[in-house]
């Protein structure tokens, strides 16, 4: 600690506009410390790590009242011309722990040089993530041991960390204090160590220890355990940019393909609950790897992983038996952010002493996943009443503003990831991804994953060569059912006309319904691609269960219009406004107040991993949200029935109606039977 | 909380004086429990743990200023005389959670209803050890949950311990939070929770949870981890007592017999280290297995482990390579005592939540064991100045008293516990244990474990005819020597006479030297007994060790006797005082200053097991321990030589000349050459 003196030169920081006067001789990187400024350093001020580098402004600063003169700052020193020599030290830049201050200085942090630094993130629309990270990495001389003053290592490595980080107390789990005799000689009592700041008050753990000045990077995954895929972000924790990303099916989908299924199995196999677990870590397992080879580093640089999940997906990865989540009250084993090792998961594709955070569930049904998604959209900060659907095989829902949040979740099943749909596919090159029919001639054309060609283009046969054309995808389902609607080849009950009744060969009798032909690939050996009345049943039923989701919570909030919609999840990303708002899956607004934010859970858990700030942060929203329990809410029911209509039957959709035409059409088809099992089905999913 | 008015009954209790007034009506239990008397509950009041138990005294109590008088307290009510019925409540005694206060009362506290009740422990001049487990088990009864207030079941049962136990958080590992949705609906949401509080600030969590009131007993381990033996006690965490105690030779001998030996080959051998982690591991779980057989306990009610080691096992358990501590300066990995999951250790044959607590170690030679001694002994709140003294393989050596304490340990080998001996064992029935030689006739007399007649009586062979005469062990071997020099048969070098020297046909020719025959039972197929010169001289060089440790610590010091000695180790509570000072392993003190600990290291790990306040006391005391390292002191060496001499020849022994008569004799025999190459041996053993 310095003592100021009057007279002493005055350091200016920008952009913190921080302030205060240290006595000639002072580095830079001292005053910037003691004043809070946010300038980085891995080395403590040796002229070692170059993280401390900061630009001096020269000249007259009306503004800041002071003239910075050209001897504002010490000379060059050796060890900055050293740097320089060898790494190259941007022009202009200097080391603030080597420069000192020799009169009033005026001193720019550069955002590089900030610990807290922003990563921008692709979503132009949302906020940026400020990097505050668990781990940090801090370099550390330590002493050398004495025979007759005995204590050990790793009390000398702490008294070190006291003294040159100002950390209180570390803990090391035994992986480390193998590694620690070995690594401190090797380094000749100087090394750096990964240090984590445990969640709450669990203090600080050194998770690795590497010998000397270590300049190599840290890792954590951001994991989004969904349903039915996983997706993982490998994460540089020291600038939050995103080095490799994989996804993978979840392989409990042999389990059951939607949660229920997977929570029955749990409870009609004993022990099947134990053998989900285990392929559901061996999958992550196995995505770490993959992402470890993808980025080109040692699994062991992967230190922290943040899990966001649905509750069934939540017990199953903790080893919890999810059968309480299947039967009202819908009690959570816990419900609060978990902080583990990853070694209690069995996750031992990382570091061995890897930290894992898994976010707070919201409640029974409603998991990390939705709290993920809260993190990310902020709705407890929007002056206006957004409406956040996040798809997937359960669609997790909030609706609020400023004043209050609402969430819910609701059994959409696996529909709009093009499941049960006859033929479904995966979003994978070859995918219907989008569809157009022609209200005049009934003819369709579309887009397929992989090429960027209408299949009217002349080259369009040319360029799918590659992929073929082999099925259709969620988003592709959706546009054809909302253009077989705007086409007048549906009616609003969803029904389908005959060739006769349409006009259009395309149309074709299938047992006692009818098909419409999006494309006949038989005659070159490729499939034959339909939307059957079943395939539109089954999107009747998943977009009537998000409507009425939706609506429940508009209910509860007293009102009967939004402003804004955002979809999030992989799938909401794809889908088109405009069809989604003709099928009914959302409610009506103006077309440019829906927003998609691509993978909202995804960047939920990158924003916790990167920020135990926006971990704080999400653990008080989750209290203030408020849950609407969907299942036994009967009129989430009446909702249900009633946005079986494409569009829906009870609200006035007056955006739509000033977008497109619909057709007052009605066909006749004998498919009563069908309907009425599938929408029993639904019902029963839906707990009721 | 209650508020007294003026005028209120007076309750006081004993044997704490606690005093206060209350208003009538108030429970028994509620009152202690505001004065903070020592009134133990499970249930927390609700009449079913009975643990409350308190006898009213009634009468004039001239020293208390009251008369109690018949109606002092409520009547019996239903759950008294229900419990009374049903378990039998001792004459005199009231539960204290449903008696209440109707007028001035003495209220007695048995011990059995204290939580901090005092052990008595066998070793009568030894303190009692005062409960202060860090694991109590708690009632509860846990909300329900309820769906339009979601949380999860581990956070209502933390917000019942929060109310019904003022505990302020609580966390629950993975295997408590598996089995918690089921038994709290088992328990109809009443639960028994296992509730260990963590060491320092580490907080609570819960071990183990049982459905409804549980009164099943919960469990430790009390385990020394010695180089040749491991001893574990399991011990009964309400009340302190050894249900039941087991003892294992460590495995590790295998890979060398001193812990020299040991860490070269963890040295010599790439993952050797690992191989004898997992040896000791394994040896461990098959004690604990067996423990939990002897006791009839299920291996799940083990909810903690304490251990004490030498620093080379404490590393060799925690998996770290022990090569440091075989070279100056003696690095420990770790020195400070050690929380961890037992799991990390694979200790897998306990409750998977179960916590293991490792003392702290003193220096790179002074082990945590010699840290258990110093917690059982106290020589820090000695007012007399006291050499303690655990003879194993290693011997830990602490002397001092309220002023100082000084520790030190030295490298004695494997002779004190029979190794390296001809016809050495182990203390096992049929082994010789004491010896005494006639000084007139040269005849022996000896005693084995398992029979307490002597050889020489006519029904010894009847006797022991079950188990043989097998061989010698430790305090055998010792009191053979001492015998052999009071009999004039071995001089002060320690060498053996001839028959034709010694006049007796006992002592026969084995190559260069003689051997004294103690017992031939080659008639019978048995084996021939004898001391050899070898075996001498590896006594002298252990005892030899061991009081040169002893020597450099009353050096530092600054004295030349010492008021007591205190022989510890499973084994030196089997040396006969005399016999020792006639060897010289131990300075030179009145017979009746020599006490035995007993096996005082398992009594250190027995006190920290029961009491949480012990842990803390053993930290802070250790800090004050000077530690002398005798490896690279040059005087030890010189205290090494001097002390092979019978008894050691350079301090006075008034003490023992007023006990015992000396002989005079000397022998020249020829057996240099193999003197002087044991001697190297030990000194390279000593480090220098």
Chains 1, 2 share one sequence.
Request: charged share 20%; glycine share 10%; hydrophobic share 40%.
């Amino acid at each position: 600690m310095t003592f100021s003196r009057p007279g002493d030169p005055l350091v200016i920081f920008t952009p913190s506009g921080k302030r205060g006067h240290f006595p000639v001789g002072t580095p830079i990187l001292t005053a910037a410390r003691q004043l809070g400024v946010d300038l980085d350093s891995v080395c403590g001020g040796r002229g070692i790590c170059s993280k401390c580098q900061i630009t001096p402004s020269y000249g007259a600063f009306p503004k800041h009242g002071v003239t910075v003169e050209a001897d504002a700052l010490s000379e060059w020193n050796a060890v900055e011309e050293r740097y320089d020599r060898i790494r190259g030290l941007k022009e202009g830049r200097r080391l603030g722990c080597q420069a000192t201050v020799q009169g009033d200085v005026v001193i720019d942090v550069p955002s590089e040089s900030q610990v807290h630094r922003q990563v921008v993130r692709k979503e132009a629309s949302t906020r940026p993530i400020v990097m505050d990270p668990a781990t940090h990495l801090h370099y550390v001389e330590v002493a050398e041991p004495d025979m007759h003053e005995p204590s050990g290592d790793l009390e000398r490595l702490a008294d070190a960390l006291r003294a040159q980080w100002s950390i209180p107390s570390v803990t090391a789990p035994l992986s480390v204090l193998r590694k620690l005799q070995p690594t401190l000689r090797k380094g000749e009592w100087k090394v750096t160590v990964a240090l984590h700041k445990g969640h709450r008050d669990e203090g600080f753990r050194i998770l690795d220890i590497y010998p000397g000045f270590h300049e190599g990077r840290i890792y954590g995954l951001a994991i989004d355990l969904g349903s039915t895929t996983i997706a993982a972000h490998l994460t540089d924790l020291r600038n939050g940019s995103v080095l490799a990303s994989a996804g993978a099916m979840n392989p409990q989908i042999r389990f059951g393909e939607d949660l229920m299924s997977r929570v029955s199995y749990a409870m009609m196999n004993p022990g099947g609950d134990v053998e989900m677990t285990r392929a559901v870590r061996a999958a992550i397992n196995a995505l770490a790897e993959d992402l470890a080879k993808q980025g080109d580093i040692s699994p062991s640089q992967i230190l922290e992983v943040v899990f966001v999940c649905n509750p069934v997906m939540h017990h199953l990865l903790l080893g919890i038996d999810p059968v309480e989540l299947g039967q009202a009250p819908f009690a959570l084993a816990t419900s609060n952010s978990l902080s583990l090792d990853a070694a209690e998961l069995d996750l031992g594709a990382m570091n061995p002493a890897a930290r894992v955070f898994v976010l707070p569930c919201i409640a029974g049904h409603v998991g990390a996943d939705a709290a993920a998604v809260a993190l990310a959209e902020e709705p407890d900060k929007s002056p206006d009443l957004v409406l956040i659907v996040d798809v997937g095989t359960n669609a997790e829902i909030l609706l609020g503003n400023t004043t209050r949040v609402l969430a819910c979740s609701s059994p959409t099943g696996p529909a709009f990831e093009g499941a049960q749909i006859s033929s479904g596919q995966r979003a994978a090159p070859g995918a219907i991804e989008r569809v157009e029919i022609d209200p005049a001639t009934k003819e369709p054309r579309f887009k397929v994953i992989g090429c960027d060609l209408w299949s009217d283009d002349p080259d369009f046969d040319a360029a799918t060569a590659g992929t073929g054309i082999s099925g259709i995808c969620g988003s592709g389902i959706i546009e054809a059912v909302a253009e077989l609607r705007l086409a007048g080849l549906m009616d609003a009950k969803g029904l389908m006309g005959s060739a006769e009744q349409t006009g259009t060969a395309r149309m074709i009798p299938q047992g006692r319904t009818h098909s419409y032909v999006l494309h006949d690939g038989t005659a070159d050996g490729g499939p034959l691609i339909t939307v059957t009345q079943g395939d539109i049943r089954a999107i009747q039923l998943a977009k009537s269960a998000l409507y009425a989701g939706a609506r429940l919570l508009m209910d509860e909030m007293g009102v009967d219009k939004v402003d804004r919609v955002v979809l999030a999840g992989a799938f909401g990303a794809h889908i088109s406004p405009k069809h989604a708002m003709v099928l009914g899956m959302i409610p009506d607004v103006p077309l440019d107040k829906v927003t998609s934010a691509g993978n909202a859970a995804g960047t939920g858990a990158r924003i916790a991993l990167c920020s135990v700030a926006a971990r704080a942060q999400i653990e008080a929203t989750v209290r203030q949200i408020h849950k609407v329990e969907t299942a036994i809410e009967p009129r989430f029911q009446e909702h249900f029935v009633a946005a079986n209509a494409v569009p829906h039957a009870t609200d006035p959709f007056p955006n739509l109606n000033a977008l497109v035409h619909l057709p007052q059409v009605s066909f006749n088809t004998q498919s009563g039977g069908g309907e009425g099992g599938r929408r029993r089905r639904a019902s029963e999913r839906a707990g009721t």
